[in-house]
């Protein structure tokens, strides 16, 4: 029998708007939205009456492996970024990272986002990596994309060189991810001329970081019809600045959001949009809306890592959902002040993987072992052991080990 659920009386997220609606989820699938919806025989029926329903987050990049803390650097800013990988990796923090078995650093990265109300996360990663850890994590990871490490003389050799994996991108309708100007120095400056020369700037193009681009680049980006993936967070850590994100913005570029990684970005998503919007402000004295900030994280994602319909809250679509409590205006967008206690329940394809004590008969009805975890003093359950995991990375380094992008066990 297909488990089924139907989610009563939520603020839906539909066409730029939250409006009251029921949502039907049979197995995998939304089946229905549409208002006063009957439940069928068998199913679970949730009232969400004065909570928000979202489509689960997204974060666009995001490297696992390096899911450790605390932070390196931060005093000294760089120009490139290899002086700062090279910083990091002749760090006390890295030796100790490399202590940890890579499975374990997978699935802290994974809780690191599902805490946070992230459903779905790329790890910019080469496959052969990144391949035992797909559909075993509690979140999704996009695995359908060609790459390269980064555009100029410092790349690392991931893939078969930028003009093949933009083709083979092509051909097979996926993106293709790369590091952009990851810094300030000539090399960074001319690395959008060198992509374009390699035949590797176009509708398929996902562009991370960006830093020193200015008009003419911005217009070449937004003709081409590729995507950039802003890290406001990660940028003034290692660079003290991050790229003119007002000037893609203006001009129609697709944008989303994305964490980096732990040695230097944000904790998790939650903490890049609060970065997001008080250095937009910062820098031009006028507030980033909040409905631009959730289509960073939901809709434009979407587009630029072709996971199909941007509107995620479609019935036939995977049911990959955010119920938030926050207390506030049924129809206000607030994603930017967001905390872990508000998130409610997080759904990934029709399973309840994370959510408040109250859901608890939600959780038994799909049979699934939960871990009891406290934020701020409210009961939460979550699939898996988070717990057990923070005591391998102690065992494993030897001291008790805590991690800023998980609870205080």
């Known amino acids: ?3 089924s659920i139907l989610f009563q009386s939520a603020s839906v997220y539909r066409n730029g708007k939250l409006e009251t609606n029921d949502l039907f989820v049979e197995g995998e699938k939304i089946s229905k939205i549409d208002t006063n919806l009957s439940p069928n025989n068998g199913s679970i029926t949730i009232s969400l009456k004065g909570k928000k329903l979202y489509p689960g987050f997204i974060n666009s ?15 000294e800013k760089h120009k490139s970024w290899l002086s700062y990988d090279n910083l990091y990796k002749s760090s006390g923090v890295f030796a100790e990272r ?13 809780y690191k986002n599902l805490f946070a109300g992230v459903t779905t996360v790329f790890d910019h990663i080469p496959h052969h990596v990144q391949n035992p850890f797909r559909g075993i994590l509690p979140v999704k990871l ?15 050799g991931w893939g078969e060189g930028p003009a093949l994996e933009y083709r083979m991108a092509e051909h097979a309708g996926l993106p293709f991810v790369t590091h952009l100007a990851e810094g300030l120095d000539d090399d960074s400056k001319q690395s959008l001329r060198l992509l374009e020369k390699m035949d590797a700037l176009g509708g398929h193009s996902v562009l991370v970081h960006c830093l020193p681009f200015g008009q003419k680049d911005v217009e070449k980006i937004l003709e081409k019809g590729a995507s950039v993936v802003w890290c406001p967070t990660s940028n003034l850590h290692v660079f003290g600045k991050t790229t003119n994100i007002k000037l893609f913005l203006d001009m129609g570029v697709n944008v989303c959001l994305g964490t980096d990684y732990s040695p230097s970005g944000s904790v998790n998503l939650l903490e890049e949009l ?14 980033l809306p909040e409905s631009t900030l959730l289509k960073m ?7 630029a890592f072709r996971l199909g319909n941007p509107d995620a809250l479609m019935p036939g679509l995977s049911a990959d959902l955010l119920i938030i409590n926050d207390d506030k205006n049924k129809s206000e967008i607030n994603v930017s002040e967001l905390s872990w206690k508000m998130i409610d329940l997080v759904v990934i394809d029709g399973y309840p993987i994370y959510g408040a004590e109250e859901y608890r008969s939600l959780f038994l009805h799909f049979g ?5 975890l406290s934020i701020d003093g409210k009961i939460k359950l979550v699939a898996g052991s988070p717990k057990k995991l923070l ?12 991690l800023a992008f998980l609870p205080n066990f």
Do not use: C, W
């Open 368 to 372: 699934l072992e939960t871990e009891e």
């Open 391 to 402: 005591k391998q990375v102690s065992d494993s380094v030897g001291y008790k080990k805590s």
């Open 98 to 110: 490399q202590q940890v078995d890579p499975e374990i650093l997978y699935y802290l990265g994974a």
């Open 142 to 156: 996009i695995s359908d994309y060609t790459l390269a490490h980064s555009i100029g003389n410092y790349s690392l």
């Open 1 to 3: 029998m297909v488990n």
């Open 61 to 75: 990049h995001d490297h696992l492996l390096a899911s450790y803390l605390p932070k390196v650097g931060g005093n």
């Open 297 to 303: 994280i939901t809709e434009n994602p979407r587009k």
């Open 274 to 287: 609060k970065t997001a919007k008080s250095i937009y402000f910062g820098l031009y004295g006028e507030e």
